[in-house]
Every structure is written in structure tokens, then in C-alpha cells.
């Protein structure tokens, strides 16, 4: 196999896994291992196994600022998203008014159409031309029937940052439950369940560089006694999702977390100063706008429209791995509903890509892109004439 481009800039679709949880991930797979099933009480192979996933729970719980009983387990943020949603709404008598915004992951859109045919009333806020649904019209929108509050912490496409913290006291003081989704927001954001009111959160390992397939989802005091599980089985997890606990993967999520940091950290601002280098080099350029609120975000996600005549993002991406549309909705051709939600033209949303850094971004990588577009741009600007 021909090994891809070497300059990725698409850490916000999915990271590598990094080598120290392959690693951890290798202490639960081989016969020599810690392979046993979690679930198998009874034997040492059980029990080496769910002292492993116990481990683990603790280091996604200590991440976050909760308690390890707080966390279970998911197949990643799809499905903490759809058993968020879902199970507060089973847990509730009636159907009731659920708000959440335009620009949120599909996995939280298409679960809110799911409820509204369920006879559920959805809100879907929309953000300002700078991506952001504020605090404000959080409070302007709740009503005394408002159940759940669904909201991200980090825009996917955009990196803009909303802040749920002060949106969760208010949803708390009307009695409603906050959910936030946390995809993008581990080791770009300050995260605290003790101190920021939240009652539900969803997690995914691959976004922050361990394995795909494995999430949680963190569920507070105030959201347990109205979550229904989704998944029925053998009552893991306290009931709330069944089936056998995939402990490598488990474990890599764990040490992932255990290692993901936070901002001010070294890697952080190693971050910040590349993302501070790759915008400044692709603003320069003629036609290029950066998409989102420019201080309200983390850095490492940038999305730029790129009004130049003749340029097509899908080729752009041939040769610098960027996201011409969200990852997550890459069955369709349809501009991004995120940028259109901010007003953009449908040909202006198509003309946009999405640049995210990480880990293993290097200066020389961010020089090279920088390289690329100007190439694509100054190609496309001659080809006119
Ligand atoms: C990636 C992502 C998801 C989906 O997570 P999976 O673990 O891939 O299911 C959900 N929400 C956001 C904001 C994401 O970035």
C-alpha cells in the first residue's frame, strides 16, 4: 500500500492513534495479554481485564473533571449523541420542547428530526455570520416545556466555542438538562463536570488520538434517573448500554485521554503559534476569508472560503489532505449546512475547506500548505485567462 500524502491537515476528522496507546491498546488483545472478557467475574483473566477497563474509566473521568461512575462507555460520539437525546427523552413522560442549533454534528441533527416525529418540539437556534449561538438566545428560546438543551462545545467544520458553562446555568435554572457535545473539545478545552453545569456529555477517542470506535458519554446526577438505555442486553454498564466492553479499545481511550493535555500546555501553544503561521500565510493570499468568530475558537481548526475564480476544493484536497465538506456528511455533495446556517452562498460554502492541525503538524508541513494553495490559487487565477 502507497503511503498517502504526507501533509495532513485533517485532525478534526480523525486523528492517528498515538504510539503510547497502541501500546496500552496491545496489553489487551493477545493471548498473553489481558484479553479476558470484563464481564467474567469469576476467573483471573476477567478480572485483570476489568481492572484494566476500571483504569481506564478513571483516566476519562479525571480528563473531564467527573467521577469514573459518571462515565459509560459508547462505540464513539454518534452514539453517546443518539443515547443522550434519545434516552432523556424516553425518560420523560411526554414528548416536550428540545432546543439545539443549526450547525450542530449530524449525529445530533438527524436524532432531533427522530424526535420531533416523535412529536417532540425542536428549536434549532441559528448562529451569527461568526458561528456562534450565544448564551442570550439560549435564554430567549427556553420555555417552561424545554427538556434538553443539545449543544457542541466545538463547531467541528469551524472551531468556534460556545460557551455552554454559562449556557448550562441557564438551562439548570429552568429546570432543563444541558447535553453538550464534547467531540472536538478534549485537550482544546478547559473541561470541569464538577464546576461547568453540565449534565450530559458526549466523548470520542478518535478525535484525540486514540482508537476509532470507542466513546462515552458522561451523565450527571441530574440527567441519570431520566436516561433510558438504547442498547439492551446483558445490563453492562449499570444498565445504561449493553454488550461485551471492548477492552483495547477501552484502554486506548483511556490513555489517550490521560495524555491529551490542555490549553496553555506546550503543546497547545505549539499549536496556536502554527495556526497562528498557517492563517497568516493563507489570508495573504488573494480571495482567502477565514470562516467563524477569529478569537472565540480553538486554534487548531481553521475554515477558509477561498473566492478565487476557477478554484475547486475537491482538488485542493488531492494534494493536501483538507476536508472539502465535513467528513461526517461526505455522503452527500451538498455544501455544508454548517456554512450555510452562517449565510454563506452555496457557492461560497463549496468554495471553503476546512484546515485542522495537531499533534504531528509540523512548521515545515504548515509552509508546505501554505505552498500548495498559493500553487492551486495562482493556477486557478492564469487559467482565466
Ligand atoms: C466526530 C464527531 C462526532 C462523531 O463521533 P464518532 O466517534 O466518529 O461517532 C460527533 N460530534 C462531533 C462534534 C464530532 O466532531
Known sequence: ???????????????????????????????????????????????????????????????????????????????????ALKGIAQGCAQPGHLITSAIEHKAVLDTADQLQQLGWDVTRLRPGRDGLITPAQVTAALRPETRLVSLMAVNNELG???????????????GALLHVDGAQAVGKLKLDMRTQAVDLMSFSAHKAYGPKGIGALYVGERALPLLRAQMHGGGHERGLRSGTLPSHQIVGMGSAFALAGQPGDAEYLRIQQLSQRLHDGMLALPGVRLNGC????????????????????????????????????????????????????????????????????????????????????????????
Open 294 to 385: 477569529p478569537t472565540q475558537r480553538i486554534p487548531h481548526t481553521l475554515n477558509l472560503t477561498i473566492d478565487t475564480p476557477g478554484f475547486n476544493a475537491a482538488a485542493l484536497a488531492g494534494e493536501l489532505a483538507v476536508s472539502s465538506t465535513s467528513a461526517c456528511n461526505s455522503a452527500s455533495q451538498a455544501p455544508s449546512h454548517v456554512l450555510l446556517a452562517l449565510g454563506l452562498e452555496p457557492q461560497a460554502a463549496r468554495n471553503s475547506v476546512r484546515i485542522s492541525l495537531g499533534r504531528y503538524s509540523t512548521q515545515a508541513q504548515v509552509d508546505a500548505a501554505v505552498a500548495v494553495l498559493a500553487r492551486v490559487l495562482g493556477a486557478a487565477s492564469t487559467a482565466l485567462w
Open 160 to 174: 468556534t466555542v460556545t460557551d455552554f458553562a454559562a449556557i448550562g446555568e441557564q438551562v439548570r435554572a429552568q
Open 1 to 83: 500500500m502507497s503511503r498517502p500524502t504526507p501533509l495532513y491537515f485533517d485532525y478534526a476528522a480523525t486523528t492517528p492513534v498515538d504510539d503510547r496507546v497502541i501500546e496500552m491498546m496491545l496489553t489487551c488483545l493477545g493471548r498473553d495479554s489481558h484479553f479476558g472478557n470484563p464481564a467474567s467475574s469469576g476467573h483471573a483473566f476477567g478480572q485483570a481485564a476489568r481492572n484494566a477497563v476500571e483504569t481506564a474509566r478513571e483516566q476519562v473521568a479525571q480528563c473531564v473533571g467527573a467521577q469514573a461512575e459518571q462515565i459509560v462507555w459508547t462505540s464513539g460520539a454518534t452514539e453517546s449523541n443518539n443515547l
